[in-house]
């Protein structure tokens, strides 16, 4: 009698176990599927950026010559981005007997592009100062001038050639230290033209 018991137990512990979801699914699922290996990344693309192989790459840097009615002299130009820039120009003014600085904060909302992308012409606009300071010649007494100036312009850049051609006119607004025969303040229209080669 004990031995028919122990055996209806240890069947009944064996059909429990074969009856459990974890029997079940470990002796009843379907074999696990192989995890496929990872497939290769697509080739990177070797396309070149829109402005790649041109003077306005970020952090490239050109100097050049600047001729203007206000200012001329040395210039330069720092790309920030293919669509912002810094530039900077120091030299003299148009009466030969002052100095002058400008500093500029440019942004290019568009640009013509020929067909073939080799030719590419910004068109740029910018906010910036302007610091200069006449010597006293004849009559004439020494003062210093500053004020803001909004330029607008465009270049001219090639693919594949480090030069910038520009041009561009700002309206400048200025105060003197001191009255002059032309007063304390000054509006002036500058206009420049130059070429900037980029290292």
Do not use: C
């Amino acid at each position: 009698m004990n031995r028919i018991s122990s055996t209806t137990l240890y069947l009944s512990f064996l059909a429990s176990l074969l009856a459990s979801p974890a029997a079940t699914a470990q002796d009843f699922s379907a074999p696990s599927q192989p995890t496929p290996a990872p497939s290769a990344p697509p080739p990177s693309s070797q396309e070149s950026p829109a402005y790649s192989g041109l003077p306005n790459t970020p952090a490239r840097f050109g100097l050049g010559l600047g001729i203007g009615n206000r200012l001329t002299g040395v210039t330069g130009k720092l790309w920030a981005a293919s669509t912002v820039a810094f530039q900077a120009a120091l030299g003299e003014g148009a009466d030969g007997d002052n100095l002058r600085a400008q500093l500029d904060l440019l942004f290019s909302p568009g640009a013509w592009r020929s067909s073939d992308g080799q030719y590419v012409v910004p068109v740029y606009i910018g906010v910036g100062g302007s610091l200069g300071h006449a010597f006293t010649a004849g009559q004439s007494l020494s003062y210093t001038e500053g004020g803001f100036r909004l330029p607008l312009g465009m270049s001219v850049l090639v693919r594949g050639n480090p030069i910038e051609l520009f041009f561009e006119i700002a309206p400048e607004f200025t105060v003197r230290s001191n009255a002059t025969l032309f007063g304390k303040y000054g509006i002036y229209t500058d206009g420049s033209i130059g070429a900037r080669y980029y290292f």
